[in-house]
């Protein structure tokens, strides 16, 4: 956040004395915009970015750990209402929608775009959710071994 707002006051800067060599750059009601004339928010660029790291402050954010707590405890205080689907149900949301449930459609996502923290949340959920499917059918993988094993003695 820190290296944003230096990067806005080095912005705001270059475009009091400098209007003529950065015409890409526009300040508006406090907003830069970089190839953009309508920025909407502290920085807006039109266009792409490079970065050798980015840091996203995760204050705010529900950290999925819910799922696996839900998951052995039967309820979590921090997403009281999150029920783990069956593969089943999953599958079944997947025939009727075209994609994974709590997940934005394509077409949501090119009209509406989407929030790079929110979006990695709800990954990191797939990946818990994954993680507890495979464990279960590893269990019955296991049991199925077992019955397999006891038949052939």
């Known amino acids: ?6 990067i ?6 270059a475009i009091s004395f400098g209007q003529r060599r950065y015409k890409n750059i526009t ?6 915009g970089i190839g ?3 920025p909407d928010a502290l920085l ?28 052995f405890e039967g309820a979590s205080e921090e997403n009281p209402l999150y029920i783990l689907l069956t593969l089943e149900e999953v599958a079944a949301f997947i025939s009727e929608n075209h994609h994974l449930p ?4 394509a077409e949501e996502i090119e009209k509406e775009g989407l929030l790079l923290k929110k979006m ?20 019955q ?11 052939q003695k």
């Open 1 to 6: 956040m820190k290296n944003l707002i230096l």
């Open 8 to 13: 806005g006051i080095m912005l705001i800067t």
């Open 27 to 32: 300040e508006k009601d406090g907003n830069i």
């Open 36 to 38: 953009t004339k309508s």
């Open 44 to 71: 807006t660029v039109k266009g792409q970015i490079h970065a050798q790291e980015v840091q996203v402050d995760m204050e705010g954010a529900l950290i999925p750990d819910y799922v696996f707590t839900s998951y």
């Open 102 to 105: 709590e997940i934005p459609s």
């Open 120 to 139: 990695n949340m709800l990954l990191l959920q797939k990946i818990e959710e994954l993680t507890l499917y495979t464990l279960e059918q590893q269990d």
């Open 141 to 151: 993988i296991n049991a199925l071994k077992e019955a397999v094993n006891k038949l």
